[in-house]
């Protein structure tokens, strides 16, 4: 019933207005799944690689669709994904592009659970998921790669840790985000948006700090329940690998200092979660880093570890981090993504599933969030492109998928 008839590709809008690949993949019996691969800004040195969508699109019709295509069955994620690894023949899908990869394996995800008539979610999952919820993480202002003359620090993130439901959490992250613009309004900071529909206002770190804690300790009087507040700081972006140091708007730091900065935010700030606190291939200072502070709060390791699981098993053996960000067109697909939160779980690493700053309406990942059991997802506040994985949280909470 499973068996692959119809792969289609095309290129699509992102939320950056560039493009990207979505693909449709139609079953035997009629099962349909359409899903779409977003795009980052602030790439990992060690991701897979996307192609142009145009050349990745050519290269899978080539190579992959005719290894699909009554060949493969969309119900065995498996084998799907081993056909796209053997049609690319690379270790980094250079050949069809992860692009393609991606948006392959997680339509093909999506008809397999079409022709069980079973939600995405429990498909990936198995039965006994839908009982519990990541909490979001909800970007409110940023800067880095994400917004020109804003913040140094990339993500600044909203966590509802004591929300007592997904719904109140979504609708908290969203009240602390338009909290932040008045804030900014009082101040007379203008402001534009970036790329994930965080604020991006022109003022310094320190000064995001004050308005952020001050916006998140409003809400959460507001609410009645425990609102955390976590950093994504894009470190391998800030780092200057021949001085050896992280570029600040104001100083440079050592490596040493970085560490103690960020050691200091998590006391001051009472941080829930720091994501690339430092440069992708320090796992020393990872270490150093976790050692110091990795009781209080989630190291998490983005740059660091791209979902891959061969860079995961070096952050376990050197104890670099306490949790791995989960971006499937990191890796490729759904397989390798999967692998790469059983093995952070195994290992006492918190998985955080993660959307791109470039985005589209696909909602995979609020699915890939609810099947693994992950305690975060990161996918902004607002914005179409995140509120429809938000959104769609809400519906599976409400049995509504
Ligand atoms: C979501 C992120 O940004 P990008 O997609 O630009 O890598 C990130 O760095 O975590
Ligand atoms: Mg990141």
Same mark, same amino acid.
């Given at each position: 019933m499973t068996l692959i008839t119809d792969v289609r590709l095309r290129r699509i809008l992102d939320s950056r207005g560039n493009p990207t690949v979505?693909?449709?993949?139609? /079953?035997?019996?009629?099962?349909? *799944? =359409?899903?779409?691969?977003?795009?980052? +800004?602030? /790439?990992? $040195?060690?991701? #897979?690689? $996307?192609?142009?969508?145009?050349?990745?699109?050519?290269?899978? =019709? $080539?190579? #992959?669709?005719?290894?699909?295509?009554?060949?493969?069955?969309?119900?065995?994620?498996?084998?799907? !994904? +081993?056909?796209? @690894?053997?049609?690319?023949?690379?270790?980094?899908?250079? $050949?069809?592009?992860?692009?393609?990869?991606?948006?392959?394996?997680?339509?093909? #995800?999506?008809?397999?659970?079409?022709?069980?008539?079973?939600?995405?979610?429990? @498909?990936?999952?198995?039965a006994f998921r839908g009982q519990n919820f990541p909490i979001p993480l909800g970007n409110v202002v940023g800067g880095g790669e994400h917004a020109a003359d804003a913040t140094d620090i990339q993500e600044f993130l909203v966590a509802p840790v004591g929300a007592p439901s997904v719904e109140d959490a979504v609708f908290a992250n969203a009240t602390v985000h338009s909290t932040v613009a008045d804030l900014l309004e009082e101040r007379d900071v203008p402001c534009g948006k970036g790329d994930e529909g965080a604020w991006a206002p022109s003022i310094d770190d320190r000064e995001a700090f004050e308005i952020v804690d001050e916006a998140v300790s409003i809400v959460q009087d507001e609410v009645g329940f425990n609102i955390g507040f976590g950093l994504d700081v894009a470190g391998a972006e800030l780092y200057d690998s021949d001085a050896g140091t992280y570029e600040y708007s104001d100083r440079s730091r050592d490596t040493d200092e970085q560490i103690e900065y960020i050691a200091e935010l998590v006391r001051e700030y009472d941080l829930v979660y720091v994501e690339d606190p430092l440069d992708e291939d320090d796992y020393d200072a990872f270490a150093d880093l976790t !050692?110091?502070?990795?009781?209080? /709060?989630?190291?998490? *390791? !983005?740059?660091?570890?791209?979902t891959n699981t061969d860079r995961l098993v070096e952050g376990i053996d050197r104890g670099a981090a306490n949790s791995i960000l989960i971006k499937p067109n990191q890796i490729g697909t759904l397989t390798d993504a999967f692998d790469a939160i059983e093995l952070a779980a195994q290992n006492g690493y918190d998985p955080v599933i993660s959307h791109r700053s470039g985005e589209t309406e696909d909602t995979t990942i609020a699915h890939l969030a609810v099947a693994t059991d992950a305690p975060f997802i990161k996918t902004g506040a607002v914005g179409g492109e995140r509120t429809a994985k938000l959104n769609e949280l809400i519906r599976i909470a409400?049995?509504?998928t």
């Open positions: 979505e693909a449709d993949v139609v /079953t035997e019996s009629g099962g349909f *799944g =359409r899903a779409a691969a977003p795009s980052g +800004a602030s /790439t990992g $040195e060690y991701e #897979a690689v $996307e192609r142009p969508p145009s050349e990745a699109i050519a290269a899978a =019709r $080539e190579d #992959a669709v005719p290894r699909l295509v009554g060949e493969a069955y969309a119900g065995n994620q498996r084998e799907v !994904d +081993a056909a796209l @690894h053997a049609a690319d023949g690379t270790d980094d899908f250079s $050949e069809i592009g992860a692009n393609s990869a991606v948006a392959i394996s997680m339509a093909a #995800a999506k008809a397999g659970a079409d022709v069980l008539g079973a939600p995405l979610f429990q @498909h990936l999952g198995g !050692d110091e502070v990795g009781d209080q /709060t989630l190291i998490c *390791g !983005d740059d660091l570890f791209v409400d049995d509504a």
